[in-house]
């Protein structure tokens, strides 16, 4: 089982970006999904979460009216559509993955499967 992510890469502050996340996941509808980051020299960190539909999303308030996480299950594929970048907002990407979710999580250690990370960076 993978995680695939693209559509990272370098953009101007206030540019745009949509990354991707592919899944080999048979039962991928079983899964709810998630975007995390880690910037340099800091700690990994939640960015946003989408439940198995795609009916109920959460996120950061570092994240709140700039980014969008959608998912399309035919595809086995989620988005982050990424607006209004700020520098503060370099960084990798990471998708992950976690299987028959009760509730939306924004602890990494609560998925079960990452992809292997997509670099955003954002210049002044």
């Known amino acids: 089982v993978q995680l695939q992510a693209s559509g990272g890469g370098l953009v101007q502050a206030g540019g745009s970006l949509r990354l991707s996340c592919t899944a080999s996941i048979i039962t991928f509808n079983r899964y709810a999904l998630a975007w995390f980051r880690r910037a340099p020299g800091k700690e990994r960190e939640f960015v946003t979460a989408?439940?198995?539909?795609?009916?109920?999303?959460t996120y950061a308030d570092s994240a709140k009216g700039r980014f969008t996480i959608s998912r399309d299950n035919a595809k086995n594929t989620v988005y982050l559509q990424m607006n209004s970048l700020k520098l503060e907002d370099t960084a990798v990407y990471y998708c992950a993955a976690k299987s028959l979710p009760i509730r939306s999580e924004t602890l990494p250690s609560k998925y079960d499967l990452w992809g292997q990370g997509t670099q955003v960076t954002v210049s002044s």
């Open positions: 989408i439940s198995l539909s795609g009916s109920s999303t």
